[in-house]
């Protein structure tokens, strides 16, 4: 290999390591939020997007005054922004660990024991914040979006011989 692209190879592997250290402050960062935090962020985007949709006429008028129904629509917004966050960690795993030179069953099985354990590690981390707690359910919505992630990497290296 020459010595330029052996530079950017290895500027390619840290900056990739880079970003999944980014993303996994970023999990830390909004399971430090107490509840009551936490709990008004996504009633306030879950608020939002229900009166635009209002607004658009995607749904019908008066649907944001149903304090059940967007209190239903919370929990299914903060469940699936679960598993899509850790779907993502899965990806930027995948592309860490291919960098630096897995292939194969050890390429994923590394990462989806990465986001295993963060998952682990995360609910942990929120029975030291107020109001907050660990769900096993958690952990295995977490789980099941890594393993979505794994899957659409293993699909697109079986169509295209692309493992990075």
């Not at 980014?22 to 509840?35: D, E, H, K, M, N």
């Not at 944001?64 to 899965?90: C, E, G, M, P």
């Not at 592309?95 to 609910?123: H, M, P, T």
Request: proline share 2%; hydrophobic share 50%; aromatic share 12%.
């Amino acid at each position: 290999m020459e010595p330029n692209r052996s530079n950017n190879h290895k500027w390619k592997v840290v900056f990739s390591w880079i970003i999944v250290f980014i993303w996994a402050v970023g999990i830390f960062l909004s399971s430090a939020q107490p509840a009551q935090v936490s709990g008004a962020n996504s009633k306030g985007i879950v608020r939002r997007v229900v009166e635009a949709a209002e607004r658009t006429k995607l749904i019908a008028a008066g649907i944001s005054k149903d304090q059940n129904l967007l209190s239903q629509w919370d929990h299914y917004f903060r469940k699936s922004t679960h598993f899509t966050v850790y779907l993502i960690l899965a990806l930027l795993l995948v592309n860490a660990f291919s960098r630096s030179g897995f292939r194969g069953r050890k390429l994923y099985a590394f990462s989806f024991a990465l986001c295993a354990i963060y998952a682990v590690s995360d609910e942990f981390h929120q029975l030291f914040v107020p109001g907050r707690g660990a769900q096993v359910r958690d952990v295995l919505i977490d789980c099941a979006g890594a393993l979505l992630g794994l899957l659409v990497c293993w699909i697109r290296e079986k169509r295209t011989g692309i493992n990075n």
